[in-house]
């Protein structure tokens, strides 16, 4: 009995959208990254909320650390699940996405939600960034409402006439990503998860880094070892970006990554961020 929301989060959005509705509906807040390897994963909540940002909307737009949370769960049958992403622009068809996941583990997905967040990938403007904390304000009373009331059937999702007119310009982008990521991952593998993993090989620090370790402490599937004062990532990386977002110095680059985008929400905090990690919560 009761209502569990499970979240992953690499620069607060998602957290912040997590920790707004579970105060609103009186649910219990767990992180995803923090049960995810516990094998079959069974919950006694009635009411089951998921709450990730989309990464790549071209190829299903769910973390993969998510997907397998999806996968391992073992009871999802009779249980009212619901689902809000949170994306920086476009999140495609990643609510359909998620429903067809749950649906394959015996569950529904009664309803999804996409809200829009700043970009942790692109620049956003303060204002711009106000506007869309002010939007999300709005968000949670209506989304508070329709779970309070367990209604179901709402989809925030790419419907199907943009689904068939995106489709050529979605293929393009999925190869293109697929083989930019085999390129910086240095591997040839064809599992897109594999290659993401491995993503991190192209993370490095400058002069700035002053070995504090908050990278490793808020990564949150602890990828990051601190050696002689200095973070290693150990090549399963989830590609969240807590790390460099996080790094007070702004020491952590990628030779793909915008350096104009250092960005983590307002209402976060490093220490928020720790409960999140599978190893200390
Ligand atoms: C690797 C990666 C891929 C992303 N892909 C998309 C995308 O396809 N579409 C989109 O709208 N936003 C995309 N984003 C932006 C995030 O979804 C967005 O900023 C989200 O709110 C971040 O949530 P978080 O702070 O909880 O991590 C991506 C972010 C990352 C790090
Ligand atoms: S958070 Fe930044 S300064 Fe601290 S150890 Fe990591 S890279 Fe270095
Ligand atoms: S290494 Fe950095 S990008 Fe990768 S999962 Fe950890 S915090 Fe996220």
């Not at 807040?29 to 006694?44: E, K, M, Q």
Request: glycine share 8%; with cysteine; proline share 3%.
């Amino acid at each position: 009995m009761g209502t569990e929301i499970y979240y992953f989060s690499g620069t607060g959005n998602s957290l912040t959208v997590a920790r707004d509705i579970a105060r609103k509906i009186d649910g219990k807040l767990i992180s995803i990254a923090s049960v995810v390897d516990r094998g079959n994963i069974r919950t006694d909540a009635d009411v089951v909320g998921i709450v990730f940002p989309v990464h790549f909307s071209a190829i299903n737009g769910i973390p993969g650390i998510v997907q397998r949370f999806v996968e391992n769960l073992e009871n999802a049958n009779s249980k009212y699940i619901f689902a809000i992403c949170t994306c920086g622009g476009f999140s495609a068809a990643t609510i359909e996405n998620l429903g067809k996941i749950i649906e394959s583990r015996g569950g529904e997905l009664v309803a999804g939600f996409t809200v829009q967040m700043p970009s942790n990938i692109e620049a956003v403007s303060v204002k711009e960034q106000q506007k869309l904390f002010d939007e999300w304000d709005n968000k949670l009373e209506f989304i508070h409402e329709f779970v309070k009331a367990r209604n179901e059937g709402e989809f925030e999702t790419m419907g199907l006439p943009l689904k068939i007119a995106l489709a050529p310009i979605f293929f393009y982008y999925k190869n293109k990503t697929f083989n930019f990521f085999k390129k910086i991952s240095e591997s040839s593998d064809s599992d897109f998860k594999q290659l993401i993993w491995l993503s991190d090989k192209r993370f490095y620090t400058d002069d700035d880094c002053e070995g504090c370790g908050t990278c490793s402490q808020v990564c949150p599937v602890n990828n990051i070892r601190i050696i002689e004062e200095k973070p290693q990532w150990q090549h399963h990386c989830e590609i969240c970006f807590a790390c460099l977002n996080w790094c007070p110095n702004g020491a952590i680059h990628g030779e793909w990554i915008s350096e104009e985008v250092r960005y983590h929400h307002s209402d976060i905090e490093v220490a928020d961020m720790l409960k999140q990690s599978s190893f200390k919560d």
